[in-house]
């Protein structure tokens, strides 16, 4: 397996709703947020045993080449595949896929993983991807499925369809983030499965279908060439579309596998509460379901709910779990005002 596999991992988000810890100079996948490794350094451990580290490729913003490097520096510095400028998962993994097709290794299996995702049982990870390197070699496009533990309605869902062969199942359909009725149905019915944007296949395989259902992208990436950094105005002439809209949801050969592991996708500070992501003295009085990151201090909360208070060297962020999602805003106006800030 580990002579015609793969471990891509995706590193080029910017992580907004992390703010103010994560910043445009270092985003949250390089940071510690849950133990003594960054987020990417734990996503690249996780292959340990079925890909050499010379084998794990990432696909990252230009300006975080230097930090990947230092993170990882058992990477092979041709696997490290430098961004210009985001343009969403569908052209991140197509240019991952037509690198090593361009090496004339099209028949080798990618296991794409996002850097800043929380698995608890790497063993089970590695177990999960096992499993799905069959299918994937047969030529099947093949998602990792999370079993729900509860009706998440900030996640997409994948439908279970037919049993291929034990522990694999056909998609019979891609459903968008539900409102909360509809998710407890889905959990109620034990035949869904939360989207997690883990995917294992061949990189011929992925190519092919992109050619199929994204043709402009395609003829884009073959423009690319072998070039591990690519002219700006080149790569941005990229369509930029993700890689579950702009195929998943359309082709007809694809499996799930379900997980053998806990998974957090830890997208907010609400969210990694769970994770238990915190730092620093706290004296809770009357308070619950709090979040807080206060280095070096000692943090007082006296009678607060579902509340992240998060402080760094030149921003103090206050709030309510309910604005989670409104945070990325400020970050947008930020951007304009204080571009220093983030």
Same mark, same amino acid.
């Given at each position: 397996?580990k002579?015609? *596999?793969?471990? #891509?991992?995706?590193?080029?988000?910017?992580?907004?709703?992390f703010?103010?810890?994560?910043?445009?100079?270092?985003?949250k996948? *390089?940071?510690?947020l849950?133990?003594?490794?960054?987020?990417?350094?734990?996503?690249a451990?996780? %292959?340990?045993?079925?890909?050499?580290p010379?084998?794990i490729?990432?696909?990252t913003?230009?300006d975080?080449g230097?930090?990947v490097?230092?993170?990882?520096?058992c990477?092979?510095?041709?696997?490290?595949?430098?961004e210009?400028? @985001?343009?969403?998962?569908?052209?991140?993994?197509?240019?991952? $896929?037509r690198?090593?097709?361009?090496?004339?290794?099209?028949?080798?299996?990618?296991? #794409?993983?996002?850097?800043?995702?929380?698995v608890?049982? +790497?063993? @089970? %990870?590695?177990e999960?991807?096992?499993?799905?390197?069959?299918? $994937?070699?047969?030529?099947?496009?093949?998602?990792?499925?999370?079993?729900?533990?509860h009706?998440?309605? @900030? /996640?997409? /869902?994948?439908?279970q369809?037919?049993?291929?062969?034990?522990?694999?199942?056909r &998609?019979?359909? *891609?459903?968008?983030?539900?409102? !909360?009725?509809? $998710?407890?149905?889905?959990?109620a019915s034990?035949?869904?499965?939360w989207?997690a944007?883990?995917f294992?296949?061949?990189?011929?395989?992925?190519?092919?279908?992109i050619?199929?259902?994204?043709?402009?992208?395609?003829?884009?990436?073959?423009?690319l060439?072998?070039?591990? =950094?690519p002219?700006?105005?080149? /790569?941005?002439?990229?369509?930029s579309?993700?890689?579950?809209?702009? &195929?998943?949801?359309?082709?007809?050969n694809?499996?799930?596998v379900?997980a053998? %592991?806990?998974?957090?996708?830890? @997208?907010?500070?609400? !969210? +990694?509460r769970?994770?238990?992501?915190?730092k620093?003295?706290?004296? =809770?009085v009357?308070?619950?379901?709090?979040?807080?990151w206060?280095?070096?201090k000692? !943090?007082?909360?006296?009678?607060?709910?579902? &509340?992240?208070v &998060?402080e760094t060297?030149?921003?103090?962020?206050?709030m309510?779990?309910? /604005?989670?999602?409104?945070?990325?805003?400020?970050?947008?106006?930020l951007?304009?005002?204080?571009?220093?800030?983030?």
């Amino acid at each position: 397996m580990k002579s015609s *596999f793969y471990g #891509v991992i995706m590193a080029g988000g910017r992580g907004t709703r992390f703010w103010p810890l994560s910043t445009r100079k270092m985003p949250k996948q *390089f940071l510690k947020l849950t133990g003594c490794k960054t987020m990417l350094q734990e996503t690249a451990i996780r %292959f340990k045993g079925i890909c050499d580290p010379g084998r794990i490729m990432v696909v990252t913003g230009i300006d975080h080449g230097e930090t990947v490097l230092e993170q990882l520096p058992c990477m092979d510095h041709k696997n490290l595949l430098l961004e210009p400028s @985001g343009r969403n998962t569908a052209a991140c993994i197509g240019w991952a $896929a037509r690198t090593l097709v361009n090496r004339g290794e099209g028949s080798a299996v990618m296991a #794409v993983v996002p850097s800043d995702h929380v698995v608890d049982n +790497a063993e @089970g %990870f590695r177990e999960t991807l096992s499993i799905a390197v069959g299918p $994937a070699m047969d030529g099947m496009l093949v998602t990792i499925g999370i079993p729900p533990d509860h009706p998440a309605t @900030g /996640y997409g /869902y994948l439908e279970q369809g037919e049993e291929i062969e034990k522990d694999i199942y056909r &998609v019979s359909a *891609f459903r968008e983030k539900p409102d !909360t009725d509809t $998710a407890k149905e889905y959990v109620a019915s034990n035949r869904y499965f939360w989207n997690a944007g883990m995917f294992i296949w061949r990189a011929d395989t992925i190519l092919n279908e992109i050619s199929l259902h994204l043709p402009e992208l395609a003829e884009g990436l073959e423009k690319l060439g072998s070039d591990t =950094s690519p002219e700006i105005s080149l /790569y941005n002439s990229l369509p930029s579309i993700s890689i579950d809209y702009g &195929v998943m949801e359309k082709a007809e050969n694809v499996a799930v596998v379900p997980a053998r %592991f806990g998974w957090n996708d830890i @997208g907010d500070w609400p !969210t +990694a509460r769970k994770c238990d992501v915190a730092k620093g003295e706290v004296i =809770s009085v009357d308070s619950e379901n709090t979040t807080v990151w206060n280095e070096g201090k000692l !943090t007082v909360l006296m009678g607060l709910k579902n &509340v992240s208070v &998060v402080e760094t060297d030149s921003v103090t962020l206050v709030m309510s779990d309910e /604005y989670s999602q409104k945070l990325k805003d400020v970050v947008a106006k930020l951007e304009k005002e204080k571009p220093d800030l983030v």
